[in-house]
């Protein structure tokens, strides 16, 4: 199991541009495909964004396609969410977590496992 730490929260003006890191400890992202989800208060916490760490294949959430990028990088061990044109509504703890489950069921939570502490992102309006 891969252990992850998030980091690259805080507090941005509506429009702005943020970019979250997901780091691994222990062992590589190798074989895993790595994902982003957020909470917001009060709510379920939801898909956003997920990356396959061989062959990069991504896949996002409606609500952040065009707005927010997936990325890697082999040499750090890391994944990145960079999010522009922040809205409010995007306001939320940012988690990345791991799986092996097929692209069709990257959304689901219950595949993944290892996760981080979370990150804040604030969006204010």
């Known amino acids: 199991q891969v252990q992850v730490v998030e980091s690259g929260g805080g507090l941005v003006q509506a429009g702005g541009s943020l970019r979250l890191s997901c780091a691994a400890s222990g062992r590589t992202f190798s074989g895993y495909t790595v994902g982003w989800f957020r909470q917001a208060p009060g709510k379920e916490r939801e898909w956003v964004a997920a990356?396959?760490?061989?062959?990069?294949?991504?896949g996002y959430e409606d609500s952040v396609k065009g707005r927010f990028t997936i990325s890697k990088d082999y040499a750090k061990n890391t994944v990145y969410l960079q999010m522009n044109s922040l809205k409010p509504e995007d306001t939320a703890v940012y988690y990345c977590a791991t799986t092996k489950v097929v692209r069709s069921s990257w959304h689901d939570q219950s595949f993944y496992s290892g996760w981080g502490q979370g990150t804040l992102v604030t969006v204010s309006s």
């Open positions: 990356i396959r760490w061989s062959g990069g294949n991504t």
